[in-house]
């Protein structure tokens, strides 16, 4: 059962950052009035403009992991202490 937690864990890991990402981009759109940077070679956006994007994506993206970490993390000593319930 605790593989398939950490399955489960893994799996709602990346639809959160999927959902994350597309919140981003349309927050970034509704702030800015422009698409997020996606592309690397887009010189449409300004160096800043990307570099400010990158470090919120990544800032969202690993606090989106930590709590999915901890909350697999627990959901899986939950199991351990009483599988009989789980």
């Known amino acids: ?11 709602v890991s990346l639809g959160a950052g999927l959902a994350a990402t597309h919140l981003l981009g349309y927050v970034w ?3 800015t009035g422009r698409d997020a940077p996606q592309a690397d070679d887009d010189l449409e956006n ?10 919120v994506s990544g800032t969202v993206g690993r606090v989106i992991q930590v ?4 909350a697999t993390a ?4 939950h199991y351990e202490k009483t599988p009989e319930i789980v």
Request: aromatic content about 4%.
């Open 46 to 55: 300004s160096v800043a403009s990307a570099l400010v994007f990158a470090v």
């Open 74 to 77: 627990k959901a899986v000593l």
């Open 1 to 11: 059962m605790t593989v398939v937690l950490k399955l489960l864990g893994t799996l």
């Open 67 to 70: 709590l999915l970490k901890r």
């Open 29 to 31: 759109k509704m702030v």
